[in-house]
């Protein structure tokens, strides 16, 4: 039995005021979905088996530059971040693991791992931090870490990242994100070909000790915190990376790491077609890197990414097995909920997208047909799939309203007497 915080009790109390309804609404969808030669089991089957990781840093209040509000009983250290993960997952049964950030994250190995078996949860990708400085490393990251122009900064940011898989080693990871902060805030300030030529070294330095059965995912983002040029700016250089490093290395996508108006689900289709789509980190944003939960703002883009994905499925493209992971700053509401929500929404955009018909569209695409196409899609968003979802969740064990079942959990009350604030503390948005 796993040592959880959340009352197997109180889930199926929450759930037997729910189920009738639920029965209801799934028979109506099944039968809807029939009618289009669906079978609503196999989605059900398809959506309980999608997961996605949670990150350790989105259980802590988020923050802009200006100013951090924290909220009530928020975690102090990993091992409390792991018991709110567990919440979500126990909740959802959609996010099983947690992937870890480092230095925020570093404890006994062997504690992490005995502590996420009590929960029954598992690490995904390790996260590494070279964009701030840890309080006791020999040299500032200030102008740069992966790129920076001096040899010992960039070997020390080596370093880290080869902590970073040892740790992982120990966890059970089996990947490792790297997202450097590196560029330049002024025309002039950096040699475009020189940083990215140091950066490239670097990276196949980490690459060297990435073990065989790892993964390196990179991640690139437009701007911020370089504010006139990033050396990892986007996915056309971040493709050029992983090409050169080799067979182990792809592409990181964030969605909120592009322009305004870039359309990512393209480039997610350009990385499917070229056999380097890493993974994604998951959130929604309005105007840029905002952090927002998935869903959010732009539901349909959202959907429309899992187009991609699911198209890729379907047509069984070799090796294509993406790490799916949410990458979100909480800073107005209860980080646990927002995770739940996003959780459902990625599940949803899955579900939404296991709908589409993809034969007609092929056929509307060779006819030119370019509005029943695009209704094709359509049809597909348009079904309120909120029945498949909760029904997947109830058959695992999870909740049929989770934010609900929560918020009856009075689980923010009680870890708010047993965690006294904390000052400061990582905002954590990368
Ligand atoms: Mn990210």
Redesign the pocket.
């Given at each position: 039995m796993y040592d959880l915080r959340m009352s197997g009790d109180l889930i199926a109390a929450e759930n037997a005021a729910r189920e009738g309804a639920l029965k209801n609404d799934y028979e109506a969808l099944g039968a809807n979905l029939a009618r289009r030669n669906i079978d609503i089991e196999a989605i059900t089957a398809q959506v309980a088996q999608f997961f996605v990781a949670v990150p350790s840093w989105g259980v802590g209040t988020g923050g802009t530059r200006f100013a951090r509000f924290p909220g009530i009983g928020e975690p102090r250290n990993i091992f409390d971040k792991l018991d709110d993960c567990a919440v979500i997952q126990q909740l959802t049964r959609a996010t099983p693991n947690v992937s870890l950030h480092i230095p925020w994250d570093k404890a006994n190995p062997k504690e992490l791992k005995a502590k996420a078996e009590a929960l029954g949860l598992g690490f995904d990708a390790m996260n590494s931090n070279t964009f701030s400085d840890a309080p006791d490393q020999p040299h500032s990251y200030k102008f740069g870490s992966l790129s920076h122009v001096d040899l010992a900064v960039r070997a020390q940011a080596v370093e880290h990242n080869i902590e970073c898989i040892e740790i992982g080693e120990a966890i059970g990871s089996k990947a490792l994100t790297v997202?450097v902060g590196d560029g330049s805030n002024f025309p002039g300030q950096s040699n475009f070909t020189r940083s990215f030529e140091r950066y490239l070294a670097a990276m196949g330095e980490i690459y060297k000790n990435l073990p065989d059965d790892w993964r390196i995912f990179s991640?690139h983002k437009m701007y911020e915190p370089a504010f006139y040029s990033s050396v990892v700016q986007d996915w056309g250089t971040n493709y050029l990376i992983a090409s050169m490093l080799g067979p182990k290395a792809f592409c990181l996508v964030?969605l909120g790491?592009h322009a305004p108006n870039t359309n990512i689900e393209m480039i997610v289709a350009r990385l499917i077609q070229f056999g380097k789509l890493g993974g994604f980190?998951f959130n929604d944003s309005k105007y840029g890197d905002d952090d927002l939960d998935a869903g959010a703002i732009e539901p349909y883009r959202l959907f429309l990414v899992f187009n991609e994905l699911v198209d890729a499925e379907h047509r069984g493209v070799r090796g294509f097995h993406p790490a799916h992971m949410i990458?979100q700053s909480h800073n107005v509401t209860d980080p646990i909920e927002s995770l739940i929500s996003s959780a459902n929404e990625i599940r949803r955009a899955y579900a939404q997208a296991l709908l589409v018909d993809r034969e007609a569209l092929s056929g509307y695409q060779d006819d030119n047909d370019a509005l029943m196409a695009s209704e094709t899609l359509k049809r597909a968003y348009r079904t309120d799939v909120e029945p498949i979802l909760a029904e997947a969740r109830r058959r695992a064990g999870g909740a049929i309203d989770p934010v609900a079942a929560y918020r009856a959990s009075g689980y923010r009350r009680k870890v708010g007497d047993e965690r006294p604030a904390v000052k400061g503390g990582s905002g954590g948005i990368?």
């Open positions: 997202w991640e964030d790491h980190h990458d990368v």
